[in-house]
């Protein structure tokens, strides 16, 4: 590796550390604890329907959507909200101090609003007061300053269908039809009030405030806007199941503690900072100056680790935390196939530099199709986790992937370029004492 590139890469790394440590040393930035660190609330729905009738996915989906937008609305660091089955839904809330509001919270019924704003557009997000339901919402409580009131013209009853479409320019837009009773009506309200904005409120909050550009006689109508695939999908889900598409009753409720309890997370820490020691030790025994410059990447992988968990976030359950220490193993092991390479080619040849090249280059093509691997097993568990409910998994999962592809970027990178540096530096005088690489 020439000089140029050695310059380029520590640079690279450079900027990457100092990235890594201000992200760490943030205080905005903990790392988000899960259910069974920190304790919280976890509720299970199920669909308050006759057993013989099927439910389609289309409406589980669409019921866990809503209601993860409603626990959202209260704060809660990294909720869940997962469909478990064909018709039950599990919510887990970590760290939830009032769990009576959350229940009551889960279980509102949604109201869709169409609402006359007139020549007055409003922000997503606006908090309303309207002629239906108009005692305190609560957006109201969390408002800041008075909130203005409008008069419901419809309903999201009053809808048939909605559905998310594209124009021939790739623009997104929300087709809707209405219900046979309410095409008049609305015929002759869009007539009186074209260039006026319709305002469609869910739950007292704006979501959309379009422009009446023409009269619709139809009962058929578009809502235009800057969307992108995915707002126009949300919107038109909104517009169609305003309330939950189906009924749901609480299965059950518990409070759950911390599992592992602050004594045996202190444990867990120091028994993980024990086995980290061990593996610094005799990477540095064993393979010597190699493994000391190993042992300075492989502090640099925990700490780029804690940063991505930090910065994603990437809420932390034991699961999540096993994946985490095997995904150490797994860099510690990227380096040993390096440097037994390294060694079996100084031996062979006698020449560091050139085993180094031999190393990296060979060993490479071993840790990049092992890893490969792993992310592959990673994407199936991932995968099973969330269609069956399984979050430990997808904890698991997340975590050991995370840590496989930050492992390949300082095994490979930061390693070689530790290396490569002694070695421009050093290299006749490692030519004589071939004992500190390890031979």
Same mark, same amino acid.
């Given at each position: 590796?020439?000089?140029?590139?050695?310059?380029?890469?520590?640079?690279?790394?450079?900027?990457?550390?100092?990235?890594?440590?201000?992200?760490?040393?943030?205080?905005?930035?903990?790392?988000?604890?899960?259910?069974?660190?920190?304790?919280?609330?976890?509720?299970?729905?199920?669909?308050?329907?006759?057993?013989?009738?099927?439910?389609?996915?289309?409406?589980?989906?669409?019921?866990?959507?809503?209601?993860?937008?409603?626990?959202?609305?209260?704060?809660?660091?990294?909720?869940?909200?997962?469909?478990?089955?064909?018709?039950?839904?599990?919510?887990?809330?970590?760290?939830?101090?009032?769990?009576?509001?959350?229940?009551?919270?889960?279980?509102?019924?949604?109201?869709?609003?169409?609402?006359?704003?007139?020549?007055?557009?409003?922000?997503?997000?606006?908090?309303?007061?309207?002629?239906?339901?108009?005692?305190?919402?609560?957006?109201?409580?969390?408002?800041?300053?008075?909130?203005?009131?409008?008069?419901?013209?419809?309903?999201?009853?009053?809808?048939?269908?909605?559905?998310?479409?594209?124009?021939?320019?790739?623009?997104?837009?929300?087709?809707?039809?209405?219900?046979?009773?309410?095409?008049?009506?609305?015929?002759?309200?869009?007539?009186?009030?074209?260039?006026?904005?319709?305002?469609?409120?869910?739950?007292? &909050?704006?979501?959309?405030?379009?422009?009446?550009?023409?009269?619709?006689?139809?009962?058929?109508?578009?809502?235009?806007?800057?969307?992108?695939?995915?707002?126009?999908?949300?919107?038109?889900?909104?517009?169609?199941?305003?309330?939950?598409?189906?009924?749901?009753?609480?299965?059950?409720?518990? &409070?759950?503690?911390?599992?592992?309890?602050? &004594?045996?997370?202190?444990?867990?820490?120091?028994?993980?900072?024990?086995?980290?020691?061990?593996?610094?030790?005799?990477?540095?025994?064993?393979?010597?100056?190699?493994?000391?410059?190993?042992?300075?990447?492989?502090?640099?992988?925990?700490?780029?680790?804690?940063?991505?968990?930090?910065?994603?976030?990437?809420?932390?359950?034991?699961?999540?935390?096993?994946?985490?220490?095997?995904?150490?193993?797994?860099?510690?092991?990227?380096?040993?196939?390096?440097?037994?390479?390294?060694?079996?080619?100084?031996?062979?040849?006698?020449?560091?530099?050139?085993?180094?090249?031999?190393?990296?280059?060979?060993?490479?093509?071993?840790?990049?199709?092992?890893?490969?691997?792993?992310?592959?097993?990673?994407?199936?568990?991932?995968?099973?986790?969330?269609?069956?409910?399984?979050?430990?998994?997808?904890?698991?999962?997340?975590?050991?992937?995370?840590?496989?592809?930050?492992?390949?970027?300082?095994?490979?990178?930061?390693?070689?370029?530790?290396?490569?540096?002694?070695?421009?530096?050093?290299?006749?005088?490692?030519?004589?004492?071939?004992?500190?690489?390890?031979?």
């Amino acid at each position: 590796m020439d000089k140029s590139k050695n310059l380029f890469w520590l640079i690279l790394i450079l900027v990457v550390a100092a990235a890594t440590f201000w992200i760490v040393q943030d205080p905005n930035r903990p790392i988000q604890r899960g259910l069974d660190l920190q304790g919280g609330l976890q509720v299970l729905l199920e669909a308050d329907v006759p057993k013989d009738q099927s439910l389609s996915k289309e409406q589980m989906d669409t019921a866990r959507q809503i209601i993860e937008q409603r626990v959202n609305a209260l704060g809660v660091t990294e909720p869940l909200v997962q469909v478990e089955g064909d018709r039950r839904i599990l919510i887990e809330l970590p760290g939830i101090d009032n769990p009576q509001d959350a229940i009551a919270l889960i279980q509102e019924t949604a109201l869709l609003e169409f609402v006359d704003t007139g020549s007055q557009s409003l922000p997503e997000g606006t908090c309303v007061r309207t002629s239906l339901n108009t005692g305190p919402s609560r957006c109201e409580e969390t408002a800041v300053g008075p909130v203005p009131e409008f008069e419901t013209v419809m309903t999201g009853a009053d809808l048939r269908e909605a559905t998310a479409l594209d124009d021939s320019l790739g623009r997104f837009y929300v087709s809707f039809r209405l219900q046979k009773d309410k095409t008049d009506f609305f015929a002759d309200y869009t007539r009186k009030n074209q260039g006026k904005f319709l305002t469609i409120v869910l739950d007292k &909050q704006v979501i959309s405030s379009p422009r009446i550009n023409s009269a619709i006689t139809s009962g058929a109508g578009s809502i235009t806007g800057n969307f992108t695939a995915e707002e126009a999908q949300k919107l038109a889900l909104q517009l169609r199941f305003g309330s939950l598409p189906v009924p749901l009753r609480i299965e059950s409720t518990r &409070q759950v503690g911390a599992t592992l309890g602050a &004594q045996s997370v202190e444990d867990s820490i120091r028994a993980g900072v024990i086995g980290v020691i061990m593996v610094l030790l005799f990477m540095l025994l064993y393979y010597r100056l190699p493994g000391l410059l190993a042992n300075i990447a492989l502090l640099f992988y925990m700490l780029l680790n804690f940063a991505v968990f930090e910065a994603v976030p990437v809420t932390l359950t034991l699961p999540a935390i096993t994946g985490f220490l095997l995904s150490i193993g797994m860099a510690v092991d990227a380096n040993v196939l390096i440097f037994e390479r390294m060694k079996e080619e100084i031996g062979r040849h006698g020449s560091v530099r050139e085993a180094a090249d031999t190393a990296f280059s060979k060993a490479w093509i071993a840790i990049r199709d092992s890893n490969i691997a792993t992310l592959v097993i990673c994407m199936v568990l991932w995968l099973f986790g969330r269609s069956f409910g399984a979050s430990a998994v997808q904890g698991f999962a997340l975590t050991l992937a995370i840590g496989v592809m930050i492992s390949m970027f300082t095994a490979v990178v930061v390693t070689r370029t530790l290396i490569y540096l002694i070695l421009g530096s050093s290299a006749n005088w490692l030519q004589k004492n071939k004992w500190l690489m390890g031979v």
